[in-house]
């Protein structure tokens, strides 16, 4: 499948993604060389998800399993999850995602696949963050990437991929695009592995300094 069409399909899901994130999304999974599942963590109404299955699709059709409780309904009046099910369904991709209807600390239980891209969007605080990482990091074959959204703007995330990617052996070419860190899975870094996660890191925490000063300018802007 074009990265184009998978553009038109995914711009007619409302979520939390921007077009940048969801075309890195969809060449990652388009990478991805069948030594294992994709597994998001976080969908909503499946806009990363239809990214990630039409990527899976242009490239070896790895499945793709979507973890997310859906315990909410939206401002429509309507569940997420079952409007997460017809966006999946519009979009063509419903043979290829499993939807796994449980926190990622319960599915990872019952979860016994090796993943080759693990995709990490659902609780945001540090504690969540770090503990989808511990609990799925073993899953993932060495070589295979680990991505998070909202690894800026988010302090817990942030907090966590300077201490548990960026600075991390476990770890190589480590880089922060748009708001996603993402970092290949490794025994331990090699020095060019290594280099690559610091250059990511200088480049991360540049960006983190520009969104504080834009955010310390907001509040002096709105300060009445
Ligand atoms: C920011 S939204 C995900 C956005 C989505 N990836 C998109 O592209 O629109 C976060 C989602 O994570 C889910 N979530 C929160 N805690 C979770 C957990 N422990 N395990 C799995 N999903 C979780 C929420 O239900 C919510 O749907």
Request: hydrophobic share 45%; charged share 25%.
């Amino acid at each position: 499948m074009q990265m184009k069409l998978a553009e038109q399909k995914a711009a007619r899901v409302e979520g939390f993604l921007n077009l940048r994130e969801g075309r890195l999304l969809f060449a990652l999974a388009r990478a991805a060389r069948g030594r294992g599942a994709i597994v998001e963590i976080g969908s909503h109404r499946g806009k990363s998800t239809v990214w990630i299955a039409c990527g899976s699709l242009s490239g070896r059709a790895a499945p793709v399993y979507a973890v997310d409780p859906w315990e909410r309904t939206g401002p429509d009046g309507r569940r997420h999850q079952e409007v997460f099910l017809e966006n999946i369904r519009a979009a063509g991709v419903e043979k290829l995602v499993t939807p796994i209807a449980m926190r990622s600390e319960q599915a990872i239980a019952s979860f016994d696949q090796p993943i080759e891209f693990l995709f990490i969007d659902g609780d945001h605080s540090y504690e969540g963050v770090r503990l989808d990482l511990e609990l799925w990091y073993p899953k993932v074959v060495m070589g295979g990437i680990v991505a998070f959204h909202d690894s800026v703007q988010f302090p817990g995330v942030a907090q966590l991929m300077r201490e548990a990617v960026f600075g991390s052996a476990r770890f190589a070419n480590a880089r922060c695009s748009h708001s996603i860190t993402l970092a290949r899975k490794v025994e331990h870094a090699n020095p060019i592995g290594a280099l690559r996660s610091r250059l990511g890191a200088w480049s991360f925490e540049r960006k983190h300094a520009r969104l504080r000063r834009r955010q310390a300018l907001g509040h002096r802007l709105h300060k009445p």
